[in-house]
């Protein structure tokens, strides 16, 4: 027998949790959003269209397992508001599911005899998904014992990959995690606007770097960095590098900057590759921190 659960905050992820909550038999029993509509929208979705409630502590207290899914900014507030109004049942389950704020901010729920976690599903969410987006995706689990082992039987009955990180390393993960997701989306619109300037036609830019790409990664996976590392840096081809800066900054000096300030992270990469001379990488970094109004030495 699932336990039953409650959503507070209806965007995003709070309804999404809601409808695959239920397709996993957990029972929709509360839901509140600071828009009503949007309360009501996840508790149809969710198949409990009459568990909608006008405040979060009547939603709260309906459940075994409450999930706080507003924006983090909000998630401490919204918890103490519950709990001062004792909105938590005793030895409910509160989780959050921000990637970087740690489960002690939802410490105002032990007062009621709660205990507190927090479940980070590791994926970007778009509003109407059609299929399950917990699918296999890794789901970051730390707080209270028994938030814990309960965030870990809700990931897996999502199909997730729970994995347990201690409390103090949320902020690093989360760092770890937008350096991963959103500065390679950073790093490839440099390289789309590199190829575009080679006349290879937009449309086709992914599609002819993608087998680069993926080969890249699985040598990340095998053999790891700095081994995986290849290219001019690493072989010490000052020449190249010079060419590379050279005709970019005739075209674009901001995009010439940042092709050298990750070449300026990547000598050290080389480095620690051992492919890389001492002498040939600070030949390199002065190429990179060269600025077009300091005359050559
Ligand atoms: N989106 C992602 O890709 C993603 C991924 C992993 C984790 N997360 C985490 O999941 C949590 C929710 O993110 P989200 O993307 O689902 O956010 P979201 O789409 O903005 O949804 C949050 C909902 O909370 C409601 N809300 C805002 N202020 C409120 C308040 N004072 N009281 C009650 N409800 C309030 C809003 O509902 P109304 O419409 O009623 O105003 C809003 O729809 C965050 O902790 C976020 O870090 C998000």
Redesign the pocket.
């Known amino acids: 027998m699932h336990e039953s659960f409650a959503i507070?905050?209806?965007?995003?992820?709070?309804v999404m949790m809601g409808k695959h909550l239920a397709e996993a038999g957990y029972r929709p029993a509360g839901f509140?959003?600071?828009?009503a509509s949007?309360a009501g929208h996840a508790a149809r979705i969710a198949g409990a269209a009459d568990a909608c409630f006008d405040n979060?502590w009547d939603a709260a207290l309906q459940a075994d397992v409450v999930l706080i899914?507003?924006?983090?900014h909000?998630?401490e507030e919204?918890c103490r508001t519950i709990a001062e109004n004792n909105g938590f049942r005793e030895r409910s389950v509160v989780l959050?599911?921000?990637?970087a704020l740690p489960s002690t901010i939802l410490s105002s729920a032990r007062s009621c005899g709660a205990f507190i976690g927090s479940m980070?599903?590791l994926?970007?969410?778009a509003a109407d998904y059609p299929g399950n987006p917990f699918h296999q995706i890794m789901m970051a689990v730390e707080g209270d014992e028994a938030a814990v082992e309960l965030a870990q039987a809700i990931a897996v009955s999502l199909a997730a990959r729970p994995f347990i990180i201690p409390t103090e390393g949320k902020v690093f993960y989360h760092a770890a995690a937008v350096a991963a997701s959103n500065y390679l989306v950073t790093l490839m619109d440099l390289s789309f606007r590199l190829m575009a300037l080679s006349g290879v036609p937009a449309s086709d830019a992914f599609a002819v770097l993608k087998p680069l790409i993926q080969g890249t990664l699985a040598n990340i996976e095998t053999i790891g960095i700095p081994d995986a590392l290849t290219g001019p840096i690493a072989r010490g081809d000052i020449g190249t590098v010079e060419k590379h800066l050279t005709a970019i900054r005739q075209v674009s000096s901001e995009l010439a900057d940042r092709y050298a300030r990750l070449g300026i992270d990547t000598i050290s990469i080389a480095l620690a590759k051992g492919t890389l001379s001492q002498e040939a990488a600070r030949q390199l970094l002065e190429l990179f921190e060269y600025k077009p109004s300091q005359k050559k030495p």
Do not use: L
Request: charged content about 15%; glycine content about 14%.
């Open positions: 507070i905050g209806c965007g995003k992820v709070g509140f959003s600071r828009r949007a979060p899914t507003t924006p983090d909000v998630i919204m959050h599911c921000s990637g980070h599903p994926q970007s969410f």
